[in-house]
């Protein structure tokens, strides 16, 4: 599953970065909602973490971030987490933090792979992020806006007016699934 297909923006349109947001909800919002849905309605924790660290999807196979990790770095990095302890997680920002200690030093795991896996592991737990996650494509996109794109995370309020009405997972996924539209932004006159 590729939920990261960008539609095509008019590179006219009289605010290019309302038409990016517009575009982002009308064609890829509900199905990354869809897709969480899954790990949400896991019947136990250890399902939801080892589902999430094996980056699978609804009905099988692997999400598309995560195909070029080898499997037996994904088992490794479920291994982990299934003896990591939840119990002091509060926040996603909690959640985020425990994801990287116990897995981003593993070779083959990187900043989206723990970003993704926390954010899947988040929705089970019903743990939604309150900041802007930078990582792979996202850091594109923030660039593209002139934003900090070196952080590890950034603050809505950091992005422009046109961001605001998303929540910040949907600002994360907007900005790296349109990040070549943003770099190809052409501000009004």
Sequence with gaps: MNLCQPRRVDPQAKD?????VQAYLDHNAEAEDRYLQYYRIQKTM???????????????????????????VLSEAKDALLKA????????????ILVRRTIGRISGIGPL?????????????????????????????????GLDYRADKLPMSALPQAFQRLLPEQAEDCLCIYKDALKNLRTPA
């Design 113 to 145: 792979t723990v970003y993704d896996t926390a954010h899947r592991i988040g929705a089970f737990l019903k743990l939604r992020p309150d900041f802007v996650y930078l990582h792979a494509g996202v850091c594109s996109g923030a660039k593209a806006l």
């Design 46 to 72: 250890a399902a939801a973490v080892a589902k999430s660290a094996m980056a699978e999807l609804p009905g099988g196979g692997r999400f598309s971030h995560q195909w070029k990790i080898p499997p037996s």
């Design 16 to 20: 290019p970065l309302e038409a990016i």
């Design 85 to 96: 302890d939840f119990t002091a997680v509060r926040s996603f920002d909690d959640l985020h």
